[in-house]
């Protein structure tokens, strides 16, 4: 069980990262939305500046589901 001030903490990180990037939260929502299925690939590009951008992916597995679910039942 975790402690309820470490929940407190990430739920109001969780509220500013939202406040910061309403964009990018509402792009996580609509992917979401209907779920994510295994074989599912998830591609993440970081452009730093003055840098090359680096491009990474994955092909989601059932054990990154359930990882997933497990991270939901912390936040409600």
């Known amino acids: 069980m975790m402690n ?3 929940i407190m903490k990430i739920m109001n990180a969780k509220n500013k990262f939202t406040t910061n990037h309403p964009k990018f939260t ?3 929502s609509t992917v979401f939305a209907n779920g994510i299925e295994e074989g599912t ?3 993440m590009t970081v ?3 003055g840098e090359v951008p680096v ?3 994955i092909r ?3 054990s990154d589901l359930e990882l997933l679910q497990e991270l939901r039942e912390l936040v409600k």
Do not use: C, H, M, R
């Open 55 to 57: 491009t990474t992916n």
């Open 41 to 43: 690939v998830i591609e």
């Open 47 to 49: 452009t730093k500046p």
């Open 4 to 6: 309820p001030a470490s």
């Open 26 to 28: 509402a792009f996580l």
């Open 60 to 62: 989601v597995q059932q």
